[in-house]
């Protein structure tokens, strides 16, 4: 299922900004730290940070599906970045009227893909 080169990643210095990077989307989407655990897989948020930046392959192809659907987002509502940082929040037909994060958090990686595949499409 792996659509990102992140996994292979090795760098420590890119895996760092690989870490700031989620994490600042996490922030811009103002997620609490538990469905940021749960987006990446991480099983306590204690883990959070320490596992980001150590990130296992699953891991890191999570955050590059997150990436990938803000780029995404960022096509598609250049100059709104309110509506961008609030799609995954908003009710979408496409998805039966379940939120993108809703989808994302119930079906894990699964969900990431099917999230990115909506927005890449133009959902």
Known sequence: MQDTLLPQLEDPEARKAVAEAVLALFNRWNLHEVNQARLLGIPTVIELKRKIVDADTDTMERIGYLLAIDRALLKHYPLEPRERDRWIFTANEHLHGL?????????????????????????
């Open 99 to 123: 939120t993108p994060l809703s989808v994302m958090l119930e079906k894990g990686i699964t969900g990431l893909v099917v999230v990115k595949a909506l927005i890449v499409s133009g959902g």
